[in-house]
């Protein structure tokens, strides 16, 4: 059963636009919601995190922003540039699992000069 | 530091053949984790530790098993290799730590990938 479902799988983006990517979750007990980037050939590195008591959460260009009860959450990229372009991956965990993430299926970014 | 690390980069394997994937961290963390990827699948986890001598099963651990005698090494060893295990896989690393309103947050650090080919 997937549990965190992202879309799109691909997005295309001129250089100084808005990327958006869209998260959905089923288990209401995650309470810990990071976001991973991926380059070609490397692991994926985490990027920023939110917890649900907050609904938005800013670090330079990229937001993540909350929504509790639609059971959703996304990732803004402001101003993108070409070195942005990478797979980027939600996930959810909770405390008592174990830290064990559940990523989603990742969103390829590209974007152009 | 170096981090995480894994060897081999890249292996190509037989049907029937077995390999043990190496994965080594320096930065004391009591968890690891095994995730294979597969093109528009995400991270799908196959075995984690919260500690020495203490593994437990993720979502997709047939046809693997791991052993974690040290805190620091974490391999991930295929029997019997079959084409369905062709894929990359990642060895991590993590710590939590308290958010400082009384939540918690975790890193989970990636190691740079073991790329399998099981022909």
């Known amino acids: 059963q997937q549990q965190v479902k992202q879309s799109p799988q691909s997005l295309i983006v001129q250089k100084g636009g808005i990327s958006i990517i869209n998260c959905a979750y089923e288990n209401t007990a995650f309470d810990y919601f990071p976001w991973y980037q991926q380059f070609p050939g490397k692991g994926p590195a985490l990027l920023i995190a939110?917890?649900?008591?907050?609904s938005e959460k800013k670090e330079g260009r990229f937001t993540i922003s909350f929504n509790k009860s639609a059971k959703q959450f996304s990732l803004h990229i402001m101003d993108s540039q070409p070195g942005d372009s990478a797979t980027y991956f939600c996930?959810?965990?909770?405390?008592?699992?174990?830290?064990?993430?559940?990523f989603g299926e990742g969103t390829q970014l590209t974007v152009n000069p | 530091n170096a981090g995480v690390t894994q060897t081999p980069k890249f292996r190509i394997l037989k049907i029937g053949q077995s390999m043990t994937l190496q994965c080594t961290q320096d930065m004391n963390h009591n968890y690891m984790y095994w995730y294979r990827q597969d093109p528009g699948m995400g991270l799908k986890l196959i075995y984690y530790s919260v500690g020495a001598g203490i593994t437990d099963k993720g979502e997709v651990p047939n046809g693997y098993n791991v052993s974690r005698s040290t805190t620091e090494d974490f391999p991930l060893r295929l029997e019997l290799a079959a084409p369905s295990q062709t894929s990359v896989y990642f060895c991590?690393?993590?710590?939590?730590?308290?958010?400082?309103?009384?939540?918690?947050?975790?890193?989970?650090?990636f190691g740079p990938g073991t790329r399998l080919l099981v022909l």
């Open positions: 939110i917890r649900p008591d907050v």
């Open positions: 996930a959810a965990s909770m405390e008592t699992s174990g830290s064990r993430l559940t």
């Open positions: 991590a690393s993590s710590y939590s730590m308290g958010s400082g309103g009384g939540g918690w947050e975790e890193t989970q650090y």
